[in-house]
């Protein structure tokens, strides 16, 4: 399940640490929890973890979140214990700075009163830093007890060199307490920010000899002897604001209009749908979808209840743009009482209006196809619900408009049955008289105006159909239209499309353009594109997936899930691996790559700001809170933080304030690792590593996310819907190729790479189609009938009855 995990809804990640995603999460009731999912290599870490976890479900102290769950058996496994409401310490002293005199007292003593606590019921927290504390209402509260692998990296990464014990989290108290007094420079000096008795328990907690230290026992009575610790407890400097989902959204509600508030169900309805199992799930949806065919004030309304629900995070929502429009998180749905009984009212129909909404856009997509429409007992069921089981949705105008016209098929059906053999009769006079080339070709004519314009509009996502589809129009008559579209010059000379794709498949393309790896339904399949032959499969991971990626050698395949990401070696005839690392969350443009030698494995989800690394090799995150774009064979790297940007390589780092106002996602290494192409707004620029530009003019225009050929002498680059390639080896960057490709939609931009003989750019766009364009087209053929005859062949009886249904098959080759 992508939205949940056992009984409980997830919301936004929280601060977690390295070896445990915690998410917020939801239980069926609404009820609020933290739930964290731990990496467990194998059985001996599981076993060892449900031991700690067994302690830590016995402590029961004021000061400790409570561990109210554990599930370990199942995958992945999780934890869950209470939420505790406020910001952790390392939230406090980054927003507001170190603590003084007073505080630093409560704080110790309110830490130390929960290690006490833990060490009496036998348990270990293990990884106790800033972001273990959470400063409530009541004061400070330790969570993530029971969620630490003994053995694991301490808390500034390193590895453990002592044994796991009571003595581990006294040491890491004493460090808790000088980020507390000196905050990122706790390293500077020990002297001025704690006084002198609470600086020897530091120390003492710090001593190097795990058997010297003091137990957490005899820190807190010391700590007790102290006056200072006896004048209240210690509270965030600001009142807790961390409202529950649920309270969230209801306070948006009421600061809307009662128009807005009117279409709030509306909106949020039309972005939930049933799984396979009939449970709940979110989906997304586009502005259009819900302002199509409405009026000019309902268009004002649902526009100002999106850009509310935006603007508090419960709608992953871009103002200006036709999306992506989703619930942010699929906890709401539970979390939020108001929406939880509208999807009460609605679940029973909730399948009906999917399956209608799905036809629709099916039949518009497809030409308003009669033999798309509904019949039967579907258009009845439809009816039906359009009629008395609606509540709170409200039909689209391409949904009223698709049941209308199966509702006029019926009619239309009903008052010809008595006509049908005039019909007939007329059929046969017809095609008669077009055998014998009767009705001055008035009939050709007309045909092959159609079968020009079907060619046009298929050119865009089939590019070989629509050349064998213009040749039949020229056939049936050389008019113009049928001219225009015979002659008409394309750069794309091949397509590849996934047999199996569906509205959810993920795709990715090899670096070098050769094998094409498909997902959809839970199956992975890999494709060698030039054969057009399935050449590995296997079952995808249980979760969902959100991105893929090729690694550079094209051997392994990487699978980032919701919460954890998997390494599939599709040339050993094995599965998929086990889970790893972290997974990406929040919906919206998701993005997975490795970095150029392999040994780096990067995730994106763009709106959220989500972003993560891994080293794949180490076996643990890399440049943690960074933004960094790897340069070849992972030997340098640009890591940009403003005007504290760097230039890291194997000589150490080196400051890049020319970077300031760069954008990381749209930045690439050139293949000799000395220079990089940025796409802003203004052009896309090559620099040298010191920041100057090397070119006199910016390339434009600036779509987005850019690559280089393996030789340096080609860019590309690509948005969702379009291609373009420059030759860089002159002044002015000649353009190679601009072309529009079937849209990839509003979560991923198209992938482009370079084949590897350096001739053709391979394309992978929407849908599972791969798009193959000649770099360097030779020029047009003198006959270009022929010439699609000898390349392509003409349309099989099987096209032709798709897009010509109107017609026999005439063989035009």
Avoid: N
């Amino acid at each position: 399940m992508t939205d949940r995990l056992g009984g409980y809804w997830l919301g936004a990640r929280l601060d977690g640490g390295g070896h445990v995603i915690v998410r917020e999460a939801y239980d069926e009731s609404g009820t609020r929890h933290a739930l964290g999912v731990p990496c467990l290599p194998d059985a001996e870490a599981r076993a060892r973890l449900a031991t700690a976890a067994s302690a830590a479900g016995r402590v029961r102290s004021l000061s400790v979140a409570r561990l109210t769950e554990t599930c370990l058996d199942g995958e992945p496994p999780y934890l869950v214990s209470e939420y505790i409401p406020g910001p952790t310490l390392r939230q406090v002293v980054d927003r507001y700075g170190p603590y003084t005199g007073d505080a630093l007292y409560r704080l110790a003593t309110a830490v130390a009163t929960a290690l006490a606590a833990a060490h009496e019921a036998g348990a270990v927290h293990g990884s106790l830093t800033p972001g273990k504390v959470v400063l409530g209402t009541e004061g400070p509260r330790l969570v993530g007890l029971g969620w630490c692998l003994p053995g694991e990296p301490d808390a500034d990464g390193r590895p453990e060199a002592e044994p796991w014990g009571p003595a581990t989290d006294v040491r890491d108290w004493g460090r808790l307490l000088l980020f507390a007094a000196y905050g990122s420079d706790e390293r500077s000096g020990h002297g001025e920010r704690l006084d002198r008795p609470l600086r020897g328990l530091v120390a003492a907690a710090l001593h190097r000899d795990p058997e010297r230290r003091p137990s957490a026992h005899q820190l807190l009575l010391s700590l007790l002897d102290a006056p200072q610790s006896q004048q209240g407890r210690l509270l965030p400097p600001e009142p807790v604001s961390d409202p529950p989902l649920g309270v969230r959204a209801e306070t948006v509600y009421a600061q809307l209009s009662p128009a807005e508030q009117d279409l709030v169900p509306d909106v949020f309805l039309r972005l939930v749908d049933l799984d396979s199992d009939g449970s709940d799930t979110v989906v997304a949806a586009s502005r259009a979808d819900l302002v199509a065919g409405r009026a000019t004030d309902e268009v004002a309304s649902i526009d100002g209840v999106l850009e509310a629900y935006g603007k508090a995070g419960l709608l992953s929502y871009d103002p200006g743009t036709d999306g992506p429009l989703a619930i942010t998180y699929a906890a709401l749905l539970r979390a939020w009482p108001r929406l939880h009984e509208w999807l009460d009212g609605e679940r029973d129909g909730l399948a009906v209006h999917r399956e209608l909404a799905r036809a629709a856009r099916r039949w518009e997509a497809g030409g308003r196809r009669e033999a798309a429409l509904f019949r039967g007992e579907p258009l009845d069921r439809a009816l039906a619900w359009a009629a008395s089981g609606r509540r709170r949705v409200t039909l689209s105008a391409g949904e009223q408009t698709f049941l209308d016209a199966g509702l006029a098929r019926v009619r239309r059906r009903s008052r010809r049955r008595w006509t049908v053999m005039a019909g007939l009769l007329s059929v046969v006079v017809l095609l008669a008289l077009w055998q014998r080339g009767a009705a001055d070709g008035r009939l050709d004519q007309a045909m092959a105006k159609v079968a020009a314009s079907r060619a046009e509009a298929l050119r865009l996502a089939d590019p070989v159909t629509a050349r064998k589809l213009s040749l039949a129009a020229w056939r049936l008559a050389p008019i113009p239209e049928a001219r225009r579209a015979l002659t008409s010059a394309d750069p794309a000379v091949d397509v590849f499309a996934d047999p199996y794709a569906g509205p959810r498949s993920l795709h990715a393309i090899s670096d070098d353009g050769s094998r094409l790896a498909a997902l959809d339904e839970g199956t992975l399949r890999v494709y060698d594109i030039p054969s057009r032959r399935q050449v590995a499969g296997t079952a995808g991971p249980a979760q969902t997936v959100r991105a893929m990626a090729w690694s550079p050698d094209g051997h392994t395949l990487a699978l980032v899930g919701v919460d954890r990401s998997y390494l599939w070696d599709t040339t050993s005839g094995g599965g998929v691996g086990p889970p790893f690392g972290r997974g990406l969350g929040a919906p919206g443009e998701q993005s997975a790559w490795f970095s150029p030698g392999g040994g780096l494995l990067f995730a994106a989800a763009r709106l959220s700001g989500e972003r993560w690394a891994w080293d794949l090799r180490a076996r643990r995150a890399a440049y943690v809170g960074e933004y960094a774009v790897v340069g070849p064979g992972d030997r340098v790297a640009l890591v940009f933080a403003g005007r504290r940007s760097e230039l890291r390589g194997l000589s150490g780092p080196s400051r890049a304030p020319w970077l300031d106002r760069m954008p990381w996602e749209y930045t690439t290494f050139a293949p000799d690792g000395g220079r990089v192409a940025i796409a802003e707004e203004s052009g896309i620029q090559i620099y040298d590593l010191d920041g100057v530009p090397t070119r006199s003019t910016r390339l434009r225009p600036s779509p987005g996310h850019l690559r280089f050929s393996p030789d340096g002498r080609l860019l590309i680059s690509t948005d969702s819907d379009r291609v373009r390639v420059w030759r860089l080896d002159d002044a002015t960057g000649t353009p190679v190729a601009d072309r529009a490709v079937p849209t990839a939609g509003v979560d991923r931009a198209a992938q482009a790479t370079i084949t590897g003989d350096g001739r053709r750019l391979r394309v992978l766009a929407g849908h599972g189609i791969v798009l193959t364009i000649e770099l360097a087209p030779g020029t047009a053929p003198r006959d270009h009938a022929a010439y699609i005859c000898s390349r392509y062949g003409a349309l099989s009886p099987q096209e032709w009855s798709r897009h010509l249904p109107e017609l026999p098959h005439r063989d035009t080759c």
